[in-house]
T-cell receptor, first 115, second 113 residues
Framework: AQTVTQSQPEMSVQEAETVTLSCTYD???????LFWYKQPPSRQMILVIR??????QNATENRFSVNFQKAAKSFSLKISDSQLGDTAMYFC????????????FGTGTRLAVRP | DGGITQSPKYLFRKEGQNVTLSCEQN?????MYWYRQDPGQGLRLIYY???????QKGDIAEGYSVSREKKESFPLTVTSAQKNPTAFYLC????????????FGQGTRLTVV
């Protein structure tokens, strides 16, 4: 069965600095994809970034980038130039084609950006 | 605007009662999902459906039921058999295929009183 592990329950970063959130996963599939979702205090889940496993190049979206290490099954999220609006829960998720596209989520990392 | 609508936002239920949470999407997505969120446990899959009139159990289906009579709608019923129903419930939908991503509703907070 697929699993997703986020080992950092809480993190804190100073505004304008860089922070990295960790995620490891386990899957026996070759065809899968990984996501980072953000859940602000409003509790609306927002997709931050997506990575297809077959792509070697790390995905980037503005201030957000990932470090995808396929052999190590690691998928960390780097947030550059942190902003107060980045304060949220961040969830790592794994989707496998063989599982009908449903997602398996980690337990989340609560990120606080300090002014 | 396209999106997913969950209602109500807050719901209170007496012990022993069934309650139904609504989820509607106008994104023309084939797949729909229900997740439960508890503090410290992330999101856990309750049920999912990839086509009308068909659905599958997720990891924590006991005490829940669903229907998929229309592509746009995927209501979740929390039955009296669910021993600890107080939680935040999230509905999502997605395009089936590769790559895919889930779009989420704003959630329903269910409290048993």
């Amino acid at each position: 069965a697929q699993t997703v592990t986020q080992s950092q329950p809480e993190m804190s970063v100073q505004e304008a600095e860089t922070v990295t959130l960790s995620c490891t996963y386990d899957t026996s599939e070759n065809n899968y994809y990984l996501f980072w979702y953000k859940q602000p205090p409003s509790r609306q889940m927002i997709l931050v970034i997506r990575q297809e496993a077959y792509k070697q190049q790390n995905a980037t979206e503005n201030r957000f980038s990932v470090n995808f290490q396929k052999a190590a099954k690691s998928f960390s999220l780097k947030i550059s130039d942190s902003q107060l609006g980045d304060t949220a829960m961040y969830f790592c998720a794994l989707g496998e084609k063989s599982s009908g596209d449903k997602l398996t989520f980690g337990t989340g990392t609560r990120l606080a950006v300090r002014p | 605007d396209g999106g997913i609508t969950q209602s109500p936002k807050y719901l209170f239920r007496k012990e022993g009662q069934n309650v139904t949470l609504s989820c509607e999407q106008n994104l023309n997505h084939d797949a729909m999902y229900w997740y439960r969120q508890d503090p410290g446990q992330g999101l856990r899959l309750i049920y999912y459906s990839q086509i009308v009139n068909d659905f599958q159990k997720g990891d924590i289906a006991e005490g829940y039921s669903v229907s998929r009579e229309k592509k746009e709608s995927f209501p979740l019923t929390v039955t009296s058999a669910q021993k600890n129903p107080t939680a935040f419930y999230l509905c999502a939908s997605s395009i089936i295929g590769h790559p895919s991503e889930a779009f989420f509703g704003q959630g329903t907070r269910l409290t048993v009183v």
